[in-house]
């Protein structure tokens, strides 16, 4: 019988690291991956540990230098960063495009990290303005190393980045079956000075993956689905790679 | 666990099971409002507002939610309907009103929070809440007419806008670039009238649907709202294999795990040989399905089924059966299949006419008129090309549930979403060993079926496990299983070759088709008939021909799905068309326009295609063309899509963008209505005291306003407003019989029953108005009004009619039964036009504007016919353009659950346009003909024609996503 053995909501973080360390321990952010997966799986035996009242919520901005730095909690839920006029206006859109409205409301951002999806649009945004992401009891990491690492333990907490400068520039394209279809590949351009720009592609590799040159679109070896082939996927990234540097360029 | 939360503003305390989410929690607590659609969030069905935001709860444990706040639909429910529910209701927002509640919770929350949000914003607010029906188009209507309402602004009636005609009803227009389409929301229909149909009191007018009410409200109305004392719930052990025999089966484990009380497969079941398309008795050939074989077919065939307490023990119960497979090889694909070294599908000895099993070859349709062999010599040019047409499903969002109990006298009850319950009566009773006559079968509201339903799917299952537990069953489909085993388009491979002369005249068309069933034959031979007609029939030539196997593959099983195999045909006809236009250096219009069928025309083929085809000789007239308004429909489409614009090469490809492209399609539609001399439909009407009436039809209202449509019939009938009719479907213990809701027929068919069964009451009132009004010539009165008006304008009120038949005089109930079967089948046709871009480097193409022109007849109710048309071109929309089966390297499809099989949400969707131009119909009630299958015809082949504008590039196979044309595109180096 699929059976949750156990719901736990611990009340602080520390109280969530130990009862994450449990056998059958898994985390929920929001749960609108987790929870299909365990009841869809009849021999599945999980203890669930439900973050929401950890006090991972809230987004803030701080002055650093002259710059400024945007943290989101990671209880935060993707409707809370559209609702939030300090998150650079790409971003929120990222919000809208990667889930519907029903579920928005419900998928946090700790969850979209942790998940590290192939496929995630807003993500692959984080990652091209170069968003770091913190690890309970840990120092903060860029996201890049999160994603290009193999899958790490620990209570995501927070992400954070530099908010738009004077020059920043960013842009988003995809292709995908519908306008709002998952994209076969996406790529977000960020440029935070005038010459220097990075891209970050969505479908062409296990994990959302910067690219910083167009030299090294030729080392990517995306796995090829009934969307899109590999060599396909690999056309596209060069078709986008080439519009987005024609834009950050103009 | 105990939980707190506040549901509707009332703080509740209550034990949740660790394993419920807040869909079973909410439902079980009686808030029936929120739906099942799927179990990971995808349909936004079961979506409530959770602290305010709206949220799907099927992807939630409910013990998620303690110390939160939920809101239901149930919370507005006074008696007046909150604005957004009214609104909801005057547009005609919703069909089968399965997902309207979510709809509403989230219009209620955007207005909230935005009182004058824009389209954008409404269209964002609906992206979770997939609909298969509306295509969005009136409940963005309605959030915009709500939201002015909230805004304490006035809204204007809700209903069509009347357009002057362009042309004389039958010659061509040019249409002038500068003439621009009246400007008016795209929800509003725009109806074309037509001078020979007469103005009606209820008929023709934009009525509020009869069970609207219900469905805003989200009140009891479909099968899992009603719950039978000491239900069982059902679940269903699938084959993980494409092909295997079924060596042994070993349930000893799953029998005594605490709270199974049943589990069935072959060993334990009666093998009966039956075929599970719901159509008329006697079932076309070849009966090859039994409850529980011992050989699987596809994966997610029939293993075994498990009757337990819950679902949950259920499901662990499907893990302890052991099964012993021998694997077998498989095949998916309707050309491999016919090949000497595929596996044989049916190898059993028991089943009985199939024309070549060894060959997986279920059916052979031949027919011909003329000598098409003769006609191709006889052509200057001849022109062939092969198309592919891919599986699809239907995707209703209320998934196949069925729920089973002897009643208190042991007959056996089901209750289906079905639209064929007579048939799923007749076809069930064998299958357990009754007579029909203890078999009841009650169809509540349906959330969608669009064919899936036209099967008896899985009715057996329940009766079985109800008969074996003496306990009700409920079996509801999850959303994997209908991708896996419910019922899908076929897949086709069609082959035209046609002779043409200098002239541009047809002198001979050919289709070969090959038609993939999967591993059971169902509606193989109806959905590939229909395809030959439709392929054949569109255009006059004088030799026609029709070739046709019907072929088994290890595929998910195919069966109907609206339009039956028109969409395959028209995509490879009218393609296949305009290829030759070009080839011949013609105006593809002209050239199809010199072909199309006219009025007077004859069906030449027709007859010899059918579930009953005529033979050569049995036809002394052929059917002909009775109305036709095709060219109007083509002057308003081609107004409203700027058809100039296809010749402007600024326009197809714009300067400052090199990578785009744009093009216009065009393809010309012609569809049935009803199967004549089969379909049938009965409907009973009878007075009540107050001079009400109700209304007892078979026919099943899918959420197509079938419903309102034959009320209003009735109500013309009579002389009185909708609301006097109490319609009430169906119940094959207390309703007449009616073939069920399938091939366009249930405004026609059951529509002209209504009109029968209430002229027969109309009569009656009539000879008692005489009587009482001193009046010799009864057929002299007029019902209207609610009254009988004797010419001198004497009246009496049908209310006074009936108290006086109930209590006074000459005692009698006022009724009146009746049946109607047609020798007919008019035709309606349409123009369907499309508008794309496409992106030549990616191949990714993106639809603007879909454009549906349709002479459907007289429209009963123009808001519930454009309703029709928009939901018909959104799911056309989906089979052209995106969704598709995928399977794995086992035969196993990869892509079930909605998102990775994708079908068109809220904020993607291209405009839409729908006119409804009139014609009048003699052999129709009141002049309609059909309109809910054309708009799956002309969608998939009008976009293939505007590639053809943006690029010059034909493809043959859909669906156009971006990989197959970024292909095309580069093996045709443009
Ligand atoms: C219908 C549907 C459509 C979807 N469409 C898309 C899409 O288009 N593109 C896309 O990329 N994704 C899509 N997703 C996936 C979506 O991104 C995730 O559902 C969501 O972002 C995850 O958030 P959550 O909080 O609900 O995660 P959860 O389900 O709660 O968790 C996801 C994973 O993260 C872990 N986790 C959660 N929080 C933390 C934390 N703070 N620290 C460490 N680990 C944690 C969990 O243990 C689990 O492994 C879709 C999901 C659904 C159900
Ligand atoms: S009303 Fe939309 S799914 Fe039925």
Same mark, same amino acid.
């Given at each position: 019988m699929p059976s949750v053995l156990a719901y736990h909501r611990p009340q602080s973080l520390d109280e969530a690291q130990k009862l994450a360390s449990g056998k059958n321990a898994v985390l929920i952010g +929001? +749960? &609108?991956?987790?929870i299909p997966e365990v009841l869809s799986n009849p021999s599945s035996e999980t203890e669930i540990i439900d973050?929401?009242?950890?006090?991972?919520t809230g987004i803030t901005s701080e002055n650093e230098g002259n710059e400024t730095s945007i943290k989101i909690g990671?209880? *935060? =839920?993707l409707s809370d960063l559209i609702n939030n006029?300090?998150?650079p206006h790409l971003l929120r859109e990222l919000c809208s495009k990667e889930l519907p409205s029903t579920l928005r409301t419900q998928a946090t951002i700790g969850g979209t990290i942790a998940e =590290? *999806?192939?496929?995630s649009i807003l993500l692959s945004g984080f990652l091209a303005i170069n968003a770091e992401i913190q690890i309970h009891e840990k120092n903060w990491i860029p996201l890049n190393e999160y994603l290009q690492s193999s899958p790490p333990t620990g209570i995501v907490t927070a992400i954070k980045f530099f908010g738009p400068s004077d020059e920043f520039k960013s842009c988003f394209h995809s292709v995908g079956r519908?306008?709002?279809?998952?994209?076969?590949v996406s790529a977000v351009g960020y440029s935070k000075s005038k010459g220097n720009f990075q891209v970050s592609f969505t479908g062409v590799a296990e994990v959302p993956t910067l690219i910083?040159?167009?030299?090294?679109?030729?080392?990517l070896n995306p796995q090829g689905d009934f969307r899109g082939s590999s060599d396909y996927r690999k056309h596209l990234a060069s078709v986008l790679y080439t519009r987005i540097a024609q834009e950050m360029q103009a | 666990m105990k939980i707190s939360f506040s549901l509707n503003e009332q703080q509740v305390e209550t034990d949740v099971e660790l394993h419920e989410t807040l869909l079973q929690l909410l439902r079980r607590r009686g808030?029936? *409002?929120? =739906?099942?659609?799927?179990?990971?969030?995808? %349909?936004?069905?079961g979506a409530v507002l959770i602290d305010g935001q709206l949220t799907s %709860?099927?992807?939630?444990?409910?013990?998620?939610?303690?110390?939160h706040d939920v809101l239901t639909v149930e919370w507005f429910n006074k008696p007046e309907l909150h604005p957004i529910q009214a609104a909801f209701v005057a547009t005609g927002a919703?069909?089968?009103?399965?997902s309207t509640p979510a709809m509403i919770l989230g219009a209620w929350e955007l207005l909230n929070r935005n009182p004058n949000p824009t389209e954008h914003e409404i269209r964002d607010m609906l992206s979770g809440i997939l609909d298969?029906?509306?295509?969005?188009v009136k409940p963005v209507e309605a959030v915009m007419r709500a939201a002015a309402l909230m805004r304490g602004e006035a809204n204007e009636p809700f209903g069509p806008v009347y357009l002057p005609p362009l &042309?004389?009803?039958?010659n061509p227009v040019d249409v002038s670039p500068d003439d621009d389409a009246p400007d008016a929301s795209p929800a509003v229909p725009r109806v074309v009238p037509s001078k020979d149909v007469p103005e009606m009191a209820v008929v023709g007018k934009p009525e509020v649907k009869v069970d609207a009410v219900r469905l805003v409200k989200g009140n $009891?109305?479909? %099968?899992?709202d009603f719950e039978e004392r000491g239900q069982l719930i059902a679940k269903v052990l699938r084959s993980p294999h494409a092909h295997a025999n079924i060596i042994d089966i070993d349930d000893k484990k799953a029998v005594a795990? $605490?709270?199974?009380h049943a589990v069935i497969h072959y060993k334990n079941t009666p093998r009966i040989k039956y075929a599970s398309g719901g159509q008329s008795w006697p079932n076309p050939h070849p009966h090859d399905q039994v409850s529980f074989d011992n050989k699987v077919r596809h994966v997610g065939d029939r293993v075994a089924a498990v009757a337990a307490e819950t679902k949950e023990i259920a499901q662990t119960a499907l893990g302890l059966i052991k099964v012993e497979y021998e694997i077998l090889p498989y095949v998916l694909d309707e050309v491999e299949?016919?090949?000497?070294?595929?596996?044989?599908? /049916?190898?059993?000895?028991?089943?009985?006419?199939?024309?070549?099993a060894d060959k997986n070859i279920v059916l052979r349709i031949e027919a011909e008129r003329g000598d098409v062999e003769k006609g191709a010599t006889e052509a200057d040019y001849v022109f062939e090309d092969t198309f592919k047409v891919h599986q699809v499903q239907q995707? $209703?969002?209320?998934p196949h549930i069925s729920v089973a109990w002897l009643d208190s006298d042991e007959r056996l009850v089901v209750r289906t979403a079905t639209q064929v319950p007579f048939h799923v009566r007749r076809m069930l009773a064998p299958l357990i060993g009754?007579?029909?006559?203890d078999v009841r079968v009650i169809k509540p509201?349906?959330?969608?079926?669009?064919?899936? @339903?036209?099967?008896?799917?899985?009715e057996d299952i329940v009766a079985h496990l109800a008969i074996a537990t003496r306990r009700p069953v409920k079996l509801e489909l999850d959303r994997s299983e209908e991708f896996i085993a419910s019922r899908t388009r076929h897949p086709q491979t069609l082959t035209f070759t046609t002779g043409v002369e200098?002239?541009? @005249?047809?002198?001979s068309q050919n289709l070969r088709l090959i038609g993939n069933t999967g591993p059971?034959? %169902?509606h193989g031979q109806t959905v590939q008939t229909v395809a030959g007609l439709r392929g054949l029939t569109s255009y006059n030539a004088e030799n026609k021909k029709f070739d046709c196997d019907v072929v088994y593959t290890n595929t998910p099983v195919a069966g109907a799905y609206r339009g039956y195999g028109a969409p395959q045909a028209e995509f490879a006809l009218e393609a296949h068309m305009e290829d030759i236009a070009h080839s011949l250096g013609k105006d593809p219009i002209e050239f199809k326009r010199q072909n199309w069928v006219k009025v007077?025309?004859?069906?030449? !083929?027709a007859p010899h295609l059918g579930e009953r085809p005529a033979g050569p000789?049995?036809?002394?007239e052929y059917p002909r063309?009775?109305?036709?308004g095709i060219e109007e429909c083509i002057a308003q489409g081609k107004r409203s899509i700027k058809? /100039?614009? @296809?010749?402007d090469p600024n326009w197809v490809s714009p300067k400052d963008q090199p990578n785009i492209r744009r093009g216009l399609g065009f393809a010309f539609c012609m569809h049935g209505t009803a199967i004549p001399f089969l379909d049938m439909g009965g409907c009973s009407i009878k007075i009540n005291d107050d001079g009400s009436f109700n209304m007892l039809v078979g026919a099943t209202d899918l959420g197509t306003g079938a419903d309102t449509v034959l009320g209003q019939i009735a109500a013309e009938v009579l002389g009185? $407003?909708?609301?006097d009719i109490q319609v009430y479907s169906s119940d094959t213990d207390v309703t007449p019989f009616d073939t069920g809701?399938?091939?366009?027929s249930t405004t026609y068919i059951s529509g002209t029953a209504a009109k029968l069964a209430a002229e027969k009451v109309r009569e009656r009132i009539k000879e008692r108005a005489a009587k009482l009004l001193n009046i010799?010539?009864?057929?002299?009165i007029e019902l209207r009004d609610r009254k009988a008006i004797a010419p001198d304008g004497s009246s009496v009120s049908i209310e006074d009619i009936a108290m006086e038949a109930f209590h006074?005089?000459?005692?009698?109930?006022?009724m009146g039964t009746a049946s109607y079967v047609s020798p007919e089948c008019p035709a309606p046709f349409a123009a369907q036009f499309a508008e794309i871009e496409m992106d030549i480097d990616t191949g990714q193409v993106t639809i603007i504007k879909l454009v549906m022109a349709v002479d459907?007849?007289?429209?009963?109710?123009p808001v519930t016919a454009s309703g029709q048309v928009e939901g018909g071109m959104l799911q056309a929309l989906g089979y052209a353009h995106c969704e598709e089966y995928a399977f794995d390297e086992t035969g196993?499809?990869?892509?079930?659950?909605?998102g990775p099989y994708k079908i068109y949400r809220a904020d993607e969707m291209p405009d839409f346009e729908v006119f409804l131009v009139q014609t009048m119909e003699? *052999?129709?009630?009141?002049g309609a003909k059909a309109v809910?299958? !054309?708009? @799956?015809? +002309?969608v998939a082949p009008a976009i293939r024609n505007a590639i053809i504008n943006a690029t010059g590039v034909a493809i043959n196979?859909?669906?156009?996503t971006p990989e197959r044309v970024w292909q095309k595109i580069r093996e045709s180096e443009i």
């Open positions: +929001g +749960g &609108t991956l987790v973050l929401q009242s950890v006090g991972l990671a209880m *935060s =839920r006029e300090n998150i =590290r *999806s192939s496929e519908t306008p709002m279809d998952v994209p076969i910083n040159a167009s030299d090294e679109l030729a080392n | 808030m029936i *409002s929120v =739906r099942y659609g799927s179990d990971s969030g995808e %349909t936004g069905a %709860t099927d992807c939630m444990l409910a013990v998620q939610i303690d110390g919703m069909q089968s009103g399965y298969r029906e509306t295509a969005y &042309t004389d009803g039958k $009891p109305a479909f %099968t899992d795990l $605490p709270g199974v299949t016919m090949e000497p070294n595929s596996p044989v599908i /049916h190898d059993e000895e028991d089943t009985e006419e199939i024309y070549d995707v $209703p969002i209320e009754r007579d029909i006559k509201r349906i959330g969608g079926g669009f064919g899936a @339903k036209q099967e008896m799917l899985i200098d002239s541009g @005249k047809l002198v059971y034959g %169902t007077g025309d004859e069906l030449n !083929i000789d049995d036809i002394d063309i009775t109305s036709n058809w /100039h614009r @296809k010749d009185v $407003p909708l609301s809701a399938y091939a366009s010799k010539e009864p057929c002299s006074l005089e000459d005692h009698e109930q006022i459907c007849g007289v429209a009963i109710n196993k499809m990869i892509n079930d659950s909605l003699d *052999s129709g009630p009141f809910a299958e !054309i708009p @799956k015809d +002309g196979e859909i669906p156009f």
